[in-house]
């Protein structure tokens, strides 16, 4: 995948990330270890679109007005918390089990939406 498909690649997750609520990061991840990274890097380097996703994400649903601003910034209070303890807990798993535990949430997430009344 040449860099040059990257911002069409983030224009796609963009949408799907606004469009879903979910980040982009679990289209984002597996694409950039398929493309060779290892899973820390491409945790990380994920981190940064998904910045700049969920800001321009937050800004299109503010004009809409369909933020519920105290819940999200409550949300992200403890969110910040637990993003500090995510990449130490990174640095002890091998990728192979990473891509495991990845691949396991995922499949959890979707069986449960799908099940779901």
């Known amino acids: 995948m040449g860099s040059l498909l990257f911002p069409l690649l983030g224009f796609l ?28 890097r491409a945790v990380a380097t994920c981190f940064v679109a998904v910045l700049m996703i969920a800001l321009s994400a937050v800004a299109g649903h503010a004009r809409l007005h369909t933020v519920d601003w105290r819940v999200g910034v409550l949300l992200g209070l403890g969110g910040v918390v637990g993003a500090q303890i995510g990449p130490r807990l990174l640095q002890h798993v091998s990728g192979p089990t990473f891509n495991r535990i990845f691949a396991g949430v995922l499949v959890s997430l979707a069986a449960w939406m799908f099940f779901k009344k």
């Open 13 to 40: 997750v963009g949408i799907s990330a606004s469009f879903t609520g979910l980040g982009g990061g679990f289209l984002l991840v597996p694409l950039l270890i398929a493309r060779g990274l290892e899973a820390r």
